[in-house]
């Protein structure tokens, strides 16, 4: 895509992007014109309770020595990157 059609993509999608108030399908139309491919909405959960229904995976705790190495690292890393000197 050279610099012309480039710059005409870029003014198409600041007018026509559905999220700045433009026509979905005249925006569809236009990515299709350009090469591109229109974003493809997700699908709406039937019911949005839905993901509640998974199982429930219990994940056993670190041994002791990997959260103290852990909490080490950390403490260290929040010590050597202070904002203000």
């Known amino acids: 895509m050279n610099e012309q059609e480039r ?3 870029r003014a198409f999608v600041r007018e026509h992007h559905p999220d700045r ?3 979905p ?3 569809k139309a236009g ?3 350009f ?3 229109a974003p493809v909405p997700p699908s709406p959960a039937t019911d949005p309770d839905d993901r509640y229904d998974a199982p429930v995976e219990v ?4 041994p002791f020595a990997v959260r103290v190495g852990v909490a ?4 260290w890393h929040r010590q050597r ?4 000197e």
């Open 25 to 27: 399908e005249v925006f």
């Open 21 to 23: 108030g433009g026509d």
């Open 59 to 62: 994940v056993p705790p670190l």
């Open 81 to 84: 990157r202070r904002r203000v």
């Open 72 to 75: 080490l690292i950390r403490t």
């Open 35 to 37: 090469g591109g491919t």
């Open 7 to 9: 710059s005409e993509f």
């Open 31 to 33: 990515l299709a014109r």
